[in-house]
């Protein structure tokens, strides 16, 4: 088992850019999300999806797009890249949105936008 | 609105010596409490979920208690392998969405 998987590890993008963040995971699970993590501010969700074609908005969503066409993939869209969207950027699925399991997390991806 | 507060921010024990990390939150209608572990540079790692007051679980050197209003990671006889940032988060009952606290960053020295 893969788990969660995020590409590419790292980049870097000039302001005004677009680009997508892979999350692909192999556990069936339902519940995808994306957060982004700055220092101090913790972990911070973006986007969510309960299950294939089901998304919704988390805290700090501008900025970002998702679509959820399979159970597998998830991918974080930056329609116009800004510096203070430099960042950690972590992907987390879970195999329901009930409280029983916890969230399995990616090894997240670390973006720089200059 | 829920939230999540961690204290201390960061930590720093001897080997062998046992503390205690909080956890304190504000959600109407817990679903789950969580406790995670993150390593410099990686993802978070689950550890456990609580759901009840007065539920307590463990995992080696560290055990996990939740009352009404926090729940507490103890960490008992301390290793530098333990060394991380421990994350709590709790579930909104209505979105299902998590809502993570800033972490509690502990430091083991050998």
């Known amino acids: 088992n893969a788990g969660v998987t995020q590409t590419p590890k790292f980049q870097v993008l000039k302001t005004g850019q677009s680009m997508t963040l892979q999350c692909a995971q192999d556990?069936?699970?339902?519940?995808m999300s994306w957060y982004r993590q700055d220092p101090g501010m913790g972990l911070r969700l973006i986007h969510y999806?309960?299950?294939?074609?089901?998304?919704d908005q988390g805290e700090v969503p501008n900025g970002y797009n998702v679509s959820r066409s399979t159970t597998e993939d998830f991918p974080l869209r930056l329609l116009s890249a800004a510096p203070s969207q430099t960042s950690v950027y972590f992907c987390?699925?879970?195999?329901?949105?009930?409280?029983?399991?916890?969230?399995?997390f990616g090894s997240g991806t670390r973006l720089t936008v200059v | 609105e829920d939230q999540v507060t961690q204290s201390p921010e960061a930590l720093r024990l001897q080997e062998g010596e046992s503390s205690s990390l909080n956890c304190s939150y504000t959600v109407s209608g817990l679903r789950g409490l969580f406790w995670y572990r993150q390593d410099p540079g990686k993802g978070p790692e689950f550890l456990f979920t609580l759901y009840s007051a007065g539920e307590e679980k463990e995992k080696e050197r560290l055990k996990a208690t939740l009352t009404k209003k926090e729940s507490f990671l103890h960490i008992t006889a301390p290793k530098p392998e333990d060394s991380a940032t421990y994350l709590c988060?709790?579930?909104?009952?209505?979105?299902?969405?998590?809502?993570f606290g800033t972490g509690t960053r502990l430091k083991v020295l050998a």
């Open positions: 999806s309960v299950g294939a074609g089901i998304t």
């Open positions: 556990m069936n699970h339902e519940y």
């Open positions: 987390a699925s879970s195999p329901t949105t009930g409280a029983t399991y916890g969230y399995t």
């Open positions: 988060a709790v579930q909104d009952p209505g979105t299902y969405k998590y809502i």
